[in-house]
Protein backbone atom coordinates (compact mmCIF):
# COMPACT_ATOMS: atom_id res chain seq x y z
CA UNK A 1 0.00 0.00 0.00
CA UNK A 2 2.88 2.27 0.67
CA UNK A 3 4.03 2.37 -3.24
CA UNK A 4 0.13 2.88 -4.49
CA UNK A 5 0.79 5.80 -1.97
CA UNK A 6 4.01 6.85 -3.40
CA UNK A 7 3.29 6.13 -6.97
CA UNK A 8 -0.32 8.26 -6.56
CA UNK A 9 1.65 11.16 -4.85
CA UNK A 10 4.22 11.28 -7.45
CA UNK A 11 1.63 11.61 -10.34
CA UNK A 12 -0.35 13.98 -8.62
CA UNK A 13 2.89 16.15 -7.71
CA UNK A 14 3.89 15.80 -11.65
CA UNK A 15 1.12 16.84 -13.48
CA UNK A 16 0.71 19.59 -10.56
CA UNK A 17 4.00 20.75 -11.99
CA UNK A 18 2.49 21.73 -15.61
CA UNK A 19 -1.54 22.68 -14.14
CA UNK A 20 -0.39 25.30 -12.03
CA UNK A 21 0.30 28.58 -13.86
CA UNK A 22 2.02 30.45 -11.42
CA UNK A 23 5.33 31.92 -11.99
CA UNK A 24 6.46 31.39 -8.72
CA UNK A 25 5.32 27.47 -8.40
CA UNK A 26 8.56 26.59 -9.88
CA UNK A 27 10.43 27.93 -7.07
CA UNK A 28 8.45 26.30 -4.38
CA UNK A 29 8.98 22.40 -6.33
CA UNK A 30 12.78 23.44 -7.28
CA UNK A 31 12.88 23.79 -3.23
CA UNK A 32 10.95 20.60 -2.52
CA UNK A 33 12.66 18.71 -4.75
CA UNK A 34 16.08 19.95 -2.93
CA UNK A 35 14.36 19.14 0.12
CA UNK A 36 14.10 15.90 -1.17
CA UNK A 37 17.04 14.86 -2.60
CA UNK A 38 18.69 16.08 1.05
CA UNK A 39 16.24 14.02 3.00
CA UNK A 40 17.05 10.54 1.13
CA UNK A 41 20.43 11.46 0.76
CA UNK A 42 20.54 11.22 -3.04
CA UNK A 43 24.01 12.32 -4.59
CA UNK A 44 23.58 15.98 -6.17
CA UNK A 45 26.20 14.70 -9.29
CA UNK A 46 23.60 11.89 -10.22
CA UNK A 47 20.80 14.37 -10.64
CA UNK A 48 22.67 16.45 -12.99
CA UNK A 49 24.23 14.03 -14.91
CA UNK A 50 20.57 12.99 -15.34
CA UNK A 51 19.57 16.36 -16.25
CA UNK A 52 22.10 17.09 -18.74
CA UNK A 53 21.32 13.61 -20.48
CA UNK A 54 17.93 14.68 -21.38
CA UNK A 55 18.95 18.52 -21.50
CA UNK A 56 19.19 18.59 -25.40
CA UNK A 57 15.42 17.74 -25.66
CA UNK A 58 14.33 20.31 -22.88
CA UNK A 59 15.85 22.79 -24.49
CA UNK A 60 14.45 21.37 -28.05
CA UNK A 61 11.18 21.13 -26.93
CA UNK A 62 11.61 24.88 -24.76
CA UNK A 63 12.59 26.77 -28.28
CA UNK A 64 9.80 25.12 -30.38
CA UNK A 65 7.18 26.36 -27.53
CA UNK A 66 9.09 29.81 -27.98
CA UNK A 67 8.71 29.53 -31.23
CA UNK A 68 4.81 28.48 -31.38
CA UNK A 69 3.87 30.42 -28.36
CA UNK A 70 5.94 32.92 -26.92
CA UNK A 71 9.38 32.83 -25.09
CA UNK A 72 7.66 33.49 -21.73
CA UNK A 73 5.58 30.05 -22.04
CA UNK A 74 9.02 28.34 -23.40
CA UNK A 75 11.38 29.13 -20.80
CA UNK A 76 8.75 27.87 -18.47
CA UNK A 77 8.01 24.70 -20.16
CA UNK A 78 11.58 24.19 -20.15
CA UNK A 79 11.94 24.68 -16.29
CA UNK A 80 8.79 22.88 -15.57
CA UNK A 81 10.52 19.68 -17.36
CA UNK A 82 13.77 19.86 -16.17
CA UNK A 83 11.75 19.42 -12.81
CA UNK A 84 9.88 16.63 -13.82
CA UNK A 85 13.10 15.08 -14.34
CA UNK A 86 14.16 16.15 -11.41
CA UNK A 87 11.44 14.48 -9.49
CA UNK A 88 10.98 11.52 -11.86
CA UNK A 89 15.28 10.96 -10.69
CA UNK A 90 14.58 10.91 -7.51
CA UNK A 91 10.99 8.99 -7.68
CA UNK A 92 12.98 5.82 -9.19
CA UNK A 93 15.68 6.00 -6.91
CA UNK A 94 12.89 5.33 -4.56
CA UNK A 95 11.12 2.47 -6.08
CA UNK A 96 12.39 -0.89 -7.48
CA UNK A 97 10.81 -2.51 -10.78
CA UNK A 98 8.88 -5.22 -8.85
CA UNK A 99 7.64 -2.97 -6.08
CA UNK A 100 6.36 -0.31 -9.18
CA UNK A 101 4.75 -3.36 -10.92
CA UNK A 102 2.87 -4.76 -7.54
CA UNK A 103 1.65 -1.31 -6.87
CA UNK A 104 0.87 -0.57 -10.72
CA UNK A 105 -1.10 -3.73 -10.49
CA UNK A 106 -3.39 -2.71 -7.28
CA UNK A 107 -4.15 0.88 -8.82
CA UNK A 108 -4.75 -1.00 -12.28
CA UNK A 109 -7.58 -3.17 -10.39
CA UNK A 110 -10.07 -0.84 -10.97
CA UNK A 111 -10.08 -2.19 -14.55
CA UNK A 112 -10.96 -5.81 -13.82
CA UNK A 113 -14.95 -4.63 -14.04
CA UNK A 114 -13.68 -3.87 -17.62
CA UNK A 115 -12.61 -7.70 -17.98
CA UNK A 116 -9.13 -5.45 -18.09
CA UNK A 117 -6.49 -7.53 -16.40
CA UNK A 118 -4.17 -5.00 -14.28
CA UNK A 119 -1.80 -7.60 -13.96
CA UNK A 120 -1.15 -7.73 -17.91
CA UNK A 121 -1.36 -3.94 -18.04
CA UNK A 122 1.62 -3.59 -14.99
CA UNK A 123 4.15 -6.15 -16.92
CA UNK A 124 3.49 -4.31 -20.05
CA UNK A 125 4.99 -1.14 -18.16
CA UNK A 126 7.58 -2.64 -16.00
CA UNK A 127 8.83 -4.24 -19.33
CA UNK A 128 9.06 -0.78 -21.26
CA UNK A 129 11.01 0.79 -18.12
CA UNK A 130 13.30 -2.06 -17.34
CA UNK A 131 13.72 -1.99 -21.62
CA UNK A 132 15.02 1.48 -21.50
CA UNK A 133 18.33 1.17 -20.22
CA UNK A 134 18.73 -1.86 -22.34
CA UNK A 135 17.91 -0.06 -25.57
CA UNK A 136 20.90 2.83 -24.52
CA UNK A 137 23.35 0.49 -23.62
CA UNK A 138 22.75 -1.10 -27.17
CA UNK A 139 22.74 2.79 -28.71
CA UNK A 140 26.02 3.11 -27.46
CA UNK A 141 27.68 -0.51 -28.47
CA UNK A 142 26.42 -0.22 -32.10
CA UNK A 143 27.80 3.32 -32.45
CA UNK A 144 30.78 2.15 -30.63
CA UNK A 145 31.40 -0.77 -33.04
CA UNK A 146 30.37 1.86 -36.18
CA UNK A 147 33.16 4.27 -35.25
CA UNK A 148 35.69 1.14 -35.06
CA UNK A 149 34.89 0.38 -38.39
CA UNK A 150 35.76 3.23 -39.75
CA UNK A 151 31.74 4.96 -40.08
CA UNK A 152 31.41 8.00 -40.32
CA UNK A 153 28.21 9.04 -38.62
CA UNK A 154 25.95 11.78 -40.26
CA UNK A 155 22.43 12.17 -41.08
CA UNK A 156 23.18 9.13 -44.32
CA UNK A 157 24.44 6.88 -42.11
CA UNK A 158 21.73 7.06 -39.55
CA UNK A 159 20.29 4.55 -41.56
CA UNK A 160 22.64 2.05 -40.26
CA UNK A 161 22.28 2.45 -36.26
CA UNK A 162 18.49 2.57 -36.57
CA UNK A 163 18.52 -0.78 -38.52
CA UNK A 164 21.27 -2.67 -36.22
CA UNK A 165 18.91 -1.48 -33.43
CA UNK A 166 15.91 -2.62 -34.86
CA UNK A 167 16.89 -6.46 -35.64
CA UNK A 168 18.64 -6.07 -32.14
CA UNK A 169 15.04 -5.08 -30.43
CA UNK A 170 12.86 -7.33 -31.93
CA UNK A 171 15.05 -10.45 -31.22
CA UNK A 172 15.15 -8.96 -27.68
CA UNK A 173 11.33 -8.77 -27.66
CA UNK A 174 11.45 -12.29 -28.95
CA UNK A 175 13.52 -13.58 -26.36
CA UNK A 176 10.60 -11.70 -23.27
CA UNK A 177 8.10 -13.47 -25.42
CA UNK A 178 9.86 -17.11 -25.22
CA UNK A 179 10.45 -16.19 -21.75
CA UNK A 180 7.07 -15.00 -21.04
CA UNK A 181 5.50 -18.16 -22.71
CA UNK A 182 8.43 -20.45 -20.61
CA UNK A 183 6.86 -19.14 -17.40
CA UNK A 184 3.27 -20.17 -18.16
CA UNK A 185 2.36 -16.63 -18.98
CA UNK A 186 -1.21 -16.27 -20.52
CA UNK A 187 -2.36 -13.82 -22.64
Same mark, same amino acid.
Given at each position: ???????????????? *? #??????????????????????????????????????????????????????????? *???????????? #??????????????? +???? #????? #???????? *??????????????????????????????????????? +????? +???????????????????????
Amino acid at each position: MKNVIKIILFLVYTMS *I #FFIKHYQFPIIILGINMLLTLMLKISAKEEIRNIFSVIFFIFLTAVINMVVVDIKTGIM *IGIKLILVCNIT #FIFSKQINYMELADA +LEKI #FSIFK #FLKINPRN *ISIMICIGITFIPTLKRQINQIYTSLIAKGVKLNIKNQG +LMFQT +LMISMLKRVGEIENSLKAKAYQE
